[in-house]
């Protein structure tokens, strides 16, 4: 099957910087980081202001693609489930899904707020929260 | 900077085959359709289970990339605005994001309702949705 070449859009510059310290969610602990993207995109981030909520997409570069099953958490005691049922950042194609709060748009920089992504992390996209359909 | 190489895991199997027909959005009119994954990660799907929901990734292989800012949902009349603050599938990095209901698993096959994505298209990522703290 054909390949497709990811081109990150930007990194994560955070406190976290070991996976170990990392929460496993956003509401479990995550620091407030900034999103740093190129210049290059910059025209892909106006619309984007305080106070809304977003999606983003990363790449977890530090995931192990091979993996195709995990315990839950990386507790023992739960069974062995197939990575597309759990959350785990291992997995084929590692790609990172965080909802952040935006609270500051400075130029190709943005501050967020609850983001558990370690210091580096490639940035791939970012899509706005869909309201309900009258407001799209 | 680095790119990163993403490995499709399988395929949507759907009757929708123009990307102008399409709906928008999975609640404006979206088929089921099934998902059929390479042999190779059938253990990824393991726990997945009829009746939940799920978030489905996949590789918008039709958009183009070097869109950076679009009229919402195509409307003239609506101010140009940078991809990242729409959902328009043309994007630096077209990852497709959609939440749809498993109705059945077969093996290596997933039938889901509710899905706008094409026929063809590459399948990246599923993930759980997450319910509340307590319950991961």
Chains 1, 2 share one sequence.
Do not use: C
């Amino acid at each position: 099957m054909t390949s497709y070449a990811l081109r990150p859009v930007g990194r994560v510059q955070s406190t976290l910087t070991d996976r170990a310290d990392a929460p496993r969610q956003p509401d479990e602990g995550a620091p407030e980081a900034w999103l740093v993207f190129d210049e290059a995109v910059a025209p892909a981030l106006d619309g984007l202001t305080p106070g809304i909520d977003v999606l983003l997409f990363t790449w977890l570069d530090r995931a192990d693609r091979d993996t195709l099953a995990v315990h839950p958490r990386g507790d023992r005691s739960r069974p062995r489930t197939g990575v597309f049922a759990t959350r785990a950042p291992d997995r084929p194609n590692p790609i990172g899904l965080h909802t952040v709060h935006v609270l500051a748009v400075e130029g190709n920089r943005v501050h967020v707020r609850h983001l558990e992504a370690l210091d580096g992390t490639p940035i791939l996209d970012v899509k706005p929260l869909l309201g309900p359909a009258p407001e799209r």
